[in-house]
């Protein structure tokens, strides 16, 4: 009987990790969609560098999520399963 809670857990510790790992991005794109001004002398710094830089910005928001996110989560998880 304990077995079978431990491994639900498991499966519902691994439900919540899918899906809190894609956050980062998601709340950063929100930003990036409501700070967004018509008038292009008011863009804010970090918009205007991400509209200039699509490629770069994508490529930092995989290395934050995926890189940095799941080497996060192996440390809460004390499991190097890579």
Excluded: R
């Amino acid at each position: 009987m304990l077995l079978i809670f431990s491994e639900s857990n498991m499966a519902l510790k691994n439900v919540l990790i899918a899906f809190m790992a894609p956050l980062p991005s998601i709340i950063f794109y929100i930003y990036f969609l409501n700070n967004h001004q018509n008038d292009h002398l008011i863009l804010s710094p970090l918009w205007n560098w991400c509209y200039h830089h699509p490629l770069i910005l994508a490529n930092t928001l995989f290395f934050l999520n995926i890189d940095v996110g799941f080497w996060l989560i192996s440390l809460l998880q004390s499991s190097n399963w890579v």
